[in-house]
């Protein structure tokens, strides 16, 4: 508990008390750092237009690469599909040490440039492989062997994909905190820019995949590879234009050292010290030494993880140098680096929940694909069909048409009503969007049911490898897709101004990785779900293979009702591990009492 004294001092003695305070935090500022000069707004068109590009040029080469190796260099199926996963998987993983070493040694206006050249060359390799004959395989014809890519086709394309996973480890965790740097942490008008620049990060996210799965993949694959990857590199070139033309103005914040070596010292203290007794008031005996040179905000005491205070209790052994600093930081640390390190622990278990919340959406990305397939995609009063791939479109759009709505509509009125800056706090954004989750899959289900109905009572085609073809229009997928949407709408962009803000400033490149480690451990789940599923539906003869190719066969259905429990219980989760989860410089506060943006600490550069 805090020990509350009743407040006696007069109105003048307040006043006098908070300007001396200024004069001191003024002076502090002045005489150690230079005054930081946040350019916001005018910041914005070139951090927006070098996201824009970059998710461009980044999403238009990836998005048809299987398509590509497929047709261009002559892989197998089972390999072709192997080297993308391989190359999503790495490049997700990336993030992790790219934000390592963003944080510890180069800073994010280094590490940005440096990842955004590297993006655009992988992209140019990639170009040439199909703008140059001899860089990929001879194109198979009706008759004769089809040949595969030699050694050095295969050497020159991975050397392509390398470039493409260095510039992506340094962009993807990188450039959010990079954006939201830009704006005073401590102005109003800062804070309401900053919560504005995360809805319009993923609104550029949402447009970029949209204009990749439609213009670009069309030229790609019915006008030119060539020109088809050119052009992505070309949009990644203008992204580094872009990106380097703003260097003037933006506010470039230093690394301060390895941010996992403090919170490891930590845990070494923290160990080392075990036996001792916690202090009966730690906010005021506990070491907490702040050097003049931290990045780090002032974190007030919480009581969570008690455990860790004992790496910042002094003892008889602990030396202290005369500038108030520690001589061994691996036996003594500050109680600011404990309560950086308990903002992460408290952090894990919410993104574990993201997890579990991630697999409706990839469900959304594949199985959806083969609904289409086995469904009428042909567009009414024509003669084409609406490739199957197309349809996560109808996801982009209602992202698209969503965030500008709610940031400019419904924002502004939930802020009046509710007192918070973001109009309802991030965790309950992230539980409504996982509330959409589970009613996406329950509406997956209904319509797969009615597609399978169809397909069996009127089919209007067979396909030869799949099956028949449900007279079922595709466009009933739409409401799926559209949830979907909507569920990231909430939690990821949630989840993004989420971990931005509940890391240490020293530690917000990692926690921009979290995201995409996500994504990655969520897809990888997701693929043992379905083998596991697969492999036990398909061995017992009366449940009969819930995922066989035909889905006439199968029970899809199921599947998606089983999803829609594990997102059930992920929610149930969730709001448990929330209700404990303490929002960084609340102190004892908890999540289910305040909503973040007003817990927000009053020192950004310390």
Not at 224 to 235: K, M, Q, R, T, V
Not at 270 to 282: G, T, V
Not at 552 to 570: C, T
Request: aromatic content about 12%.
């Amino acid at each position: 508990m805090y020990d509350m004294q009743p407040n006696t001092e007069s109105k003048g003695e307040k006043e006098l008390t908070t300007r001396n305070m200024e004069k001191e935090k003024a002076a502090v500022t002045n005489s150690d750092e230079p005054e930081v000069k946040y350019s916001g707004i005018k910041a914005m068109p070139f951090v927006i237009g070098n996201e824009t590009f970059e998710k461009l040029g980044t999403l238009g080469t990836s998005s048809n690469l299987l398509v590509y190796f497929t047709t261009v260099f002559n892989m197998k199926s089972i390999t072709a599909t192997t080297v993308v996963n391989v190359f999503n998987g790495t490049t997700n993983f990336a993030t992790l040490l790219g934000a390592f070493l963003c944080d510890t040694y180069f800073g994010r206006y280094n590490t940005l440039g440096f990842a955004s050249v590297a993006s655009f060359l992988g992209m140019l390799v990639l170009t040439l492989t199909a703008a140059i004959a001899k860089l990929h395989p001879p194109h198979c014809g009706q008759s004769g062997p089809c040949s595969g890519p030699t050694s050095w086709q295969m050497a020159f394309l991975l050397s392509g994909l390398g470039l493409l996973v260095v510039g992506a480890g340094g962009i993807r965790p990188c450039n959010l905190a990079f954006g939201a740097d830009q704006f005073n942490p401590n102005s109003e008008s800062g804070k309401r820019g900053m919560s504005s620049f995360f809805n319009w990060y993923y609104f550029t996210f949402t447009f970029a995949m949209m204009v990749s799965l439609t213009i670009i993949v069309y030229v790609q694959s019915n006008v030119s590879w060539a020109w088809g990857l050119a052009i992505p590199a070309f949009l990644m070139f203008l992204s580094c234009a872009m990106f380097f033309l703003g260097s003037k103005i933006y506010v470039k914040v230093k690394p301060d050292g390895s941010p996992l070596t403090s919170a490891v010292r930590v845990l070494v203290a923290a160990a080392k010290k075990r036996r001792l007794k916690s202090p009966e008031q730690p906010w005021l005996s506990l070491y907490n030494h702040i050097p003049t040179s931290s990045i780090n905000s002032k974190i007030p005491y919480t009581d969570q993880l008690r455990v860790l205070d004992k790496a910042a209790i002094i003892t008889e052994e602990d030396t202290i140098n005369s500038d108030g600093s520690v001589a061994n930081p691996w036996k003594l640390c500050t109680m600011q680096e404990v309560e950086q390190v308990k903002c992460l622990v408290r952090v894990i278990p919410i993104w574990f929940s993201s997890l579990i919340f991630y697999i409706a959406m990839v469900q959304q990305q594949t199985s959806v694909v083969f609904q289409a397939l086995q469904s009428n995609r042909r567009l009414s009063g024509t003669r084409f069909d609406i490739p199957a791939a197309t349809y996560a479109v109808f996801t982009m759009l209602s992202l698209t048409l969503w965030i500008p709505l709610y940031d400019r509509v419904i924002l502004p009125k939930l802020r009046k009503i509710t007192g918070i800056e973001g109009g309802i706090t991030l965790l309950q954004k992230m539980a409504f969007g996982m509330m959409l989750a589970i009613l996406t899959m329950l509406v997956s289900a209904l319509v797969e049911v009615k597609r399978k109905s169809l397909a069996l009572s009127s089919p209007i085609g067979m396909d030869t490898r799949t099956g028949a073809i449900s007279s079922m229009s595709a466009f009933w997928l739409i409401p799926q897709l559209t949830l979907i949407g909507l569920a990231e709408a909430f939690t990821i962009i949630a989840q993004v101004e989420f971990y931005y803000k509940q890391f240490p400033e020293n530690m917000r490149s990692i926690g921009g990785s979290f995201l995409f480690v996500g994504f990655a451990g969520s897809n990888y789940l997701n693929g043992l779900l379905v083998s596991i599923v697969h492999h036990t539906t398909s061995r017992n003869g009366s449940m009969g293979d819930w995922l066989p190719e035909d889905l006439n066969k199968g029970k899809l259905d199921y599947f998606y009702y089983l999803v829609a429990g594990l997102e059930f219980i992920n929610l149930v989760y969730f709001v448990l591990v929330a209700r404990w989860f303490k929002y960084k410089g609340s102190g004892g506060i908890v999540a289910s009492e305040v909503g973040l943006e007003n817990m927000q600490s009053e020192d950004h550069l310390v």
